[in-house]
């Protein structure tokens, strides 16, 4: 135990999955995964306050709802925090949000991840990065990344990391179409149109090396080459018009878009921020989406940005 704190400020990162490999079931009912996670510039920010018990406000960026019980990832990141130190404490839990909710984007397992991170300090528990990490994996897949940020390579259910050799920096047009997908649903499709099609699953998916290459050598058009969701049909199958948004993104000059993790978010590549919002502003005028962000990638990880 170190000693306990008043007050912890503490930012996540959103992602996106520049390749999304889906493999065969495990017994857990979670398919493995081969994939490349890059953290963007939109940040959960929570303040967690030494409190008697146990409460959460939410602040947004973005529209959408999201559960304030205990369905929600910041509660249960807490509640498991609580009960595997064996502790009587509470806290107040305050989360601003930048990532388009239920979006494919992460933005729950950010605000786990941030949770985790700050009452670790304001608990004073003192696990430290790899039992945190540990910890989120239990809640959910994505969650050990929003802790680690900048670019990773995921492998087993997307929980085994590994940092990835970046130089310079990508933007991205985050095209928010409106609704919202249910990752197990997608999941579901995915083995559904896999069954129908005849695709055999392998155990472990392999990714394309060339995006490796692409991201240590700053190649902004092998990377739009190597772009790749496998959940992306399962997504257009499900949302009505995703398709269509990629489609547009490409025919207004984006060099690559695809669908962010489960969707509906469409993450579109772009050369610089001009570009962006030209094509942010198409997107708008023919009704195809509902908000649109610029972000940049990659961004660090889960990070205290203030503590008394
Ligand atoms: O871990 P997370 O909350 O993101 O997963 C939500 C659901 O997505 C899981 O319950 C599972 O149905 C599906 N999933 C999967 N394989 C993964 C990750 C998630 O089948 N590797």
Redesign the pocket.
């Known amino acids: 135990m170190v000693p306990a704190l008043e007050r912890v400020v503490v930012r996540a990162p959103g992602k996106i999955n520049l390749s999304l490999m889906v493999g065969d ?1 495990d017994a857990r ?3 493995s ?1 081969a994939t490349v996670f890059q953290a963007v510039d939109l940040y959960e920010t929570v303040t967690a306050t030494r409190a008697r018990t146990l409460s959460l406000e939410v602040t947004s960026e973005v529209p959408g709802d999201l559960p304030l019980d205990g369905r929600n990832l910041a509660l249960q990141a807490a509640e498991l925090l609580r009960a595997e130190c064996a502790l009587d404490v509470g806290a107040a839990l305050h989360i601003h949000k930048q990532v388009p909710i239920a979006g494919g984007m992460g933005g729950g397992s950010a605000d786990a991840a941030a949770t985790l991170v700050a009452l670790d300090r304001l608990w004073g528990t003192g696990l430290g990065n790899e039992q945190l990490r540990e910890l989120g994996a239990r809640l ?3 969650i050990p990344f929003a802790m680690l940020g900048h670019t990773a390579l995921g492998r087993g ?2 929980t085994d990391l590994t940092t990835v050799l970046t130089h310079g920096e990508w933007t991205w047009l985050l095209a928010v179409p409106g609704g919202h997908l249910s ?2 649903e997608v ?1 579901q499709k995915f083995d559904e149109i896999s069954l129908a099609t005849g695709r055999v699953l392998p155990e472990q998916p392999e990714l394309d090396e060339r995006q490796l290459q692409a991201l240590s050598g700053a190649n902004l058009e092998l990377l739009a080459d190597t772009l790749h969701n496998d959940l992306q049909v399962a997504a257009f199958a499900l949302h009505p018009g995703l398709e269509l948004v990629v489609e547009s993104a490409e025919r207004l000059g984006a060099p690559a878009a695809l669908v962010s993790g489960s969707g509906p978010t469409i993450a579109v590549l772009v050369e610089d921020e001009v570009q962006a919002r030209s094509i942010a502003a198409g997107l708008m005028r023919d009704g195809l989406v509902e908000n649109c962000l610029v972000a940049r990638g990659s961004a660090p990880g889960a990070s205290v940005l203030e503590e008394s």
């Open positions: 079931v009912g979670y398919h995964l959910g897949a994505d259910n997307g990752t197990p999941f």
